[in-house]
């Protein structure tokens, strides 16, 4: 069964940038389509940007423009680069498939973001 692993969050100062990463286990990574979500304080969990196995990728409103999430099969990894940041990005980001699945959710990676 694989997992995933974030990393690469911390603190920021609004219109700075992160990049964070997720890795795979599992040998069916380049057949899956990978998504970032993130679920700020006291507010659910929601998608922020998904990339399927062609490398097509879709962002939600809120950060199009600003992130941009990438994928490297050989790796086994799925990235968020995020520029740009404003204080509501932060968030816990968690890596998944998408649709999501119960059994990828991992501990995720918390971003802050300072005004």
């Known amino acids: 069964q694989g997992r995933l692993v974030e990393s690469g969050g911390g603190l920021v100062q609004a219109g700075g940038s992160l990049r964070l990463s997720c890795a795979a286990s599992?040998?069916?990574?380049?057949?899956?389509?990978m998504a970032w979500y993130r679920q700020p304080p006291g507010k659910e969990r929601k998608l922020v940007a998904f990339?399927?196995?062609?490398?097509?990728?879709t962002y939600a409103d809120s950060v199009k423009g600003r992130f941009t999430i990438l994928r490297d099969n050989a790796k086994r990894t799925v990235d968020l680069q995020m520029n740009r940041l404003e204080p509501e990005d932060a968030a816990v980001y968690y890596c998944?498939?998408?649709?999501?699945?119960?059994?990828?959710w991992g501990q995720g990676t918390q971003v802050t973001v300072s005004s």
């Open positions: 998944n498939t998408h649709p999501h699945s119960r059994q990828y």
């Open positions: 990339i399927d196995p062609g490398f097509r990728t």
């Open positions: 599992g040998s069916t990574f380049s057949r899956l389509t």
